[in-house]
């Protein structure tokens, strides 16, 4: 099964600038725990491995770029689609804004941490009206005056 985790604001803004621009700890947790779930494989685009700066440690980490480097703890993937026919275990995508567009059509699940604010963000979360229906909302948080809920879309069924 293929899964999307991220966090948007209230305009499906994934960053600013190349950075995320707010920092909540409860997510950062909320993102260790889920991903190392059901098998803990990542898979990632280079700029959100780049950010990221080194593997997650607890889990298997892909990369999709079309020039690979060598570095310990990452396989490197050269093409999306291929990748993803290949797939016979559980696999989260976390990102960036590119391979969140990529993954859609063949998620599943999407574990969408959803904030309140607008922060302005130049880097959105794809469209995903009428593709997936809320199967799970958490009750409101706050944390540095950010209010946000974790929630868990099912794909729809395709007619």
């Not at 725990?33 to 780049?50: A, D, I, N, P, Y």
């Not at 990452?74 to 989260?92: A, N, P």
């Not at 706050?142 to 879309?153: G, P």
Request: with cysteine; hydrophobic share 40%; aromatic share 14%.
């Amino acid at each position: 099964m293929i899964r999307i985790i991220t966090a948007v604001d209230a305009q499906r803004g994934l960053a600013k600038r190349g950075q995320i621009p707010w920092d909540l700890a409860s997510d950062r947790h909320y993102f260790a725990t889920q991903t190392k779930r059901f098998g803990g494989r990542v898979l990632m685009g280079r700029k959100t491995f780049e950010t990221i700066g080194h593997p997650l440690p607890g889990r298997q980490n892909f990369v999709l770029s079309h020039n690979p480097q060598s570095k310990a703890g990452v396989e490197w993937v050269r093409d999306f689609k291929q990748f993803i026919l290949q797939q016979t275990s559980d696999l989260w995508v976390i990102g960036g804004a590119s391979v969140y567009v990529q993954a859609l059509p063949w998620a599943s699940e999407l574990y969408l941490t959803q904030l309140a604010v607008d922060f302005g963000c130049d880097l959105f979360f794809p469209n995903f009206d009428g593709q997936f229906k809320l199967r799970h909302d958490s009750q409101s948080l706050t944390e540095n005056d950010i209010t946000f809920s974790y929630n868990v879309y099912d794909r729809l069924p395709k007619w």
